[in-house]
């Protein structure tokens, strides 16, 4: 079981998601974005950070990095991958998922904690949450503004494609708990088959209660427990 | 022509006239002893960097005879004044790099950039001593927010903090800002950094071993900045906004992320002996300091420095200031394992000199010689003055005058009681901290909007709390009393949230110390530093001065900023500073004496900057800080908050409202029975004071270590749980606070103002 985390020249999370990886008691490797093999990986996940500097659009360049052809197969492939901040910026922009993250509707970098309500729960990476759960934690964007057509938004809700959404601390969905301005409060989402999932808000920032939070734990041990499944099968 | 040492001007070089010297800012005597330092002329390209660093910025010449007067050792600093960055030990074989440093000329003319550069400046000198950045703070000052320039600078240098520290992915964990008119024209930006390392891997600025390689990292050299540091030494006037846009950097906080990178993985790999960034005035000062530091010399050829722009001539290559360069010192032999990991990070590394037996600051043009200096006289040769000083007449009139009409307020005191929580110096910071990515890393303990920033040291349950303080108002009024009560409200910070006070790093930003009522200000305030730091064993380990903080005459009000560093050795005892549970206990530690002067009262509700500001009981503040840590260390506080800005009316408000949101929050009932006029006894910023709550089971405990201690501890009132209010009783007075209002007034003024005058 071996968790690949795709380092950009500018990722700045990648630390923390190969901690988060191993709390969850999985095993993790940074892979260099210029290498073009992902080896034996069970799972990728892209962090978050600046991946190019991002003076572009977020991601925009960091889809052209020698390894991103080797990402885009294996999620084509079924492979579990996950994209958090800028990592979901980058999958949106390598056309594994659908959409774009466009500017906060602040039109300001916003660095604060938020609240999302779980509404998947039988995917590989929410396994160990609860539909309905609302959990905490923190986000740190400029680009988070989820944006979709309205047949791709709609394609979305129908599949139930949409794995969290902004809400206020009892679950509500308001747009006053919309840190953004996300069509229909998304804060997160798969593609189709279900094995590529993309999300704003920081899992692995809230992952010991020292922190202030543990509710993006059951993110990584629900993605190490589907590992360790699928390696029994 | 030769003029010795095989050093000729260049073709095309001005001639060397008193003129020519007087525009570098070099005064006749110094250009005197700049000849015997020579024995000769000097060139044009050798006056330029004697400008440079004799410049006040680089040469410390108006400061540093004073500065020699602060304390600067305990067992526990590793590396004190003089280094890219202080070093103490924190535990466990950590080490911890910090320094605090001015961008306010830059920022003044160019705030995105000039804020932006600030943070990428700091950065590299906390780097480039082996230590990852783990935390940022800053300390800003403006004018009012009423003035839409003031909006414009407040919004750029925010916005230029954000997207600089955000990109290099460094979370920012406090700080401190205040408005008010004094910082009409000339605001203060100054930028904090802290990083971890083992204590094994610290690395210094030198260029020891001759014939080792100098090469140059990072970015291209190109014509921006020149002259930075020189002036950064001249006080702004009238139209400057324009006039100085060239001498300001432009930052590209991507490129720093590769250099941190590719740094932090030199300085592992062995490959490499010293380094030092290109700050202030370049080329110049990281080589003659590095060869000044170890004595040895530097030789380099600057047609090898890898530019921008074709033509530039060796005066411009060593004065620039562009950014995100490193000058690295690499064992001989290593080059090519040094430009190997530089590639892997996409960054370019040029050979372009090495390290010689001669002592000098040896400059060549494609072999031909174009400066050649004594390094140390270069680096620690700069003329020093001790000017007279002598407090101002104005200051001196508004320090004495009668402020006891004050005490009424006009409107009555819930008018007043609002009036200063939605002040926009007491109210919430929120609108600027979210800009500030808080979380990245994943160790921040304690974000910002508490009394001090804690970031856990990886791979331990310790911590390392920060905190940035200076009151202008009460350093204006009362310099000695001012810097002392910087250092007292730093450390206080500090210690609220469980943390033992350990060292500071100082940003002292004053006006034109040619002038005898500056002088006055920065001499008090060094002497009240040094009582202070000397007191609480808080040595300082480096920092910054910024002089010339003036615009047609006008100076900022003296503002020595403390960035104060505590180490806490169990983070389970993290004291915060909200009240917790309904029925807890609530207890005022220290004594109050209702001192009005300099208030934010006065200023919020009578517009006034006038009266004796709080002076410091250095020996019962330290106590206090002593027993507050006592106490967090027994588990037995619930919250622990000082009290500043803003008085009690500040203090119970915070706590009371705790973070942001919505509906969040307890109430509290609180009753004063001292014999103070109301204003004096809730806004009165008296030092040596802290609110801590306990649970009622640990009442007695509280109370005891208070008696250990000697400490005053008398109980005010109780936490009254969600939804209720803060109310408080006086002996004459009665206030019920809805913590809707409170909500509306603290978190809302800073975004109202922002958010709708736009």
Redesign the interface.
Known sequence: MNVAVITFPGSNCDQDCVRSVELASGSARYVWHREVSLGDSDAVIVPGGFAHGDYLRPGAIARFSPIMDAVIDFGRGGGLVIGICNGFQVLCEAGLLPGALLRNRSLRFQSHDCFMRVERADTPYTGDYRVGQVIGMPLSHADGNYYADPDTLAALEAEGRVVFRYCDADGTVTQEANPNGSLNSIAGIANAQGNVLGMMPHPDRAIEAVLGSMDGLPLFTSLVGALARAEVA | MSTGNGVAPRPGDPPITPELVDEHGLSPDEFAQVRRILGRDPTFTELGVFSAMWSEHCGYKNSKRLLRLLPTQAPWVIQGPGENAGVIDVGEGNALAFKIESHNHPSAVEPYQGAATGIGGILRDVFTMGARPVATLNSLHFGDLDRPRVRYLFGGVV?GI??YG????IPSTGGEVYFDRGYEENPIVNAMCLGLMRTEDLIRGTAEGVGNTLMAVGARTGRDGIHGATFASEELSEGDDEASRPQVQVG????E??LL?ASLELIASGHIVGIQDMGAAGLTSSGSEMAGRSGTGVEMDVALVPVREDGMTPYEILLSESQERMLVVAAAGREDAVREILEK??LEAATIGSVTASGTFRVLEDGVVVADIPALPLTEGCPTYERPGEEGDEVHALRTMDISPCAEPPAGLRDAFLRVVGSPNVASKQWV?????????????ERPGGDAGVI?IPGTNRGVAASTDCNGRHTYLNPRAGAMGAVAEAARNVACTGAVPMAITNCLNFGSPLKTHIMYQFREAVLGMRDACAHFETPVTGGNVSFYNETDGKAVYPTPVIGMIGVIGN?DTIVRHAFRDAGDAIFLLGTNTGELGGSEYLYAVHDLVAGEPPGVDLAAERTLQRCVLAMAASRVLSSAHDVASGGLAATLTESCLGR???GGGVGAAVRFEDALPDTALLFGEDQGRVVVSCTPGDEEQVRRLAVDFGVPCTRIGTVTGAGSALRIETVSSALRLELDVLRERYFGAIPGIMNEAG
């Open positions: 916005k954000g997207d955000n990109c290099v992915g590209d906080p991507f490129t992320k590769l990178e990070w996409e901290y979210e800009q500030y990515d808080t979380t990245v890393r994943a160790n921040s303990i856990r983070l942001p949101r919505k």
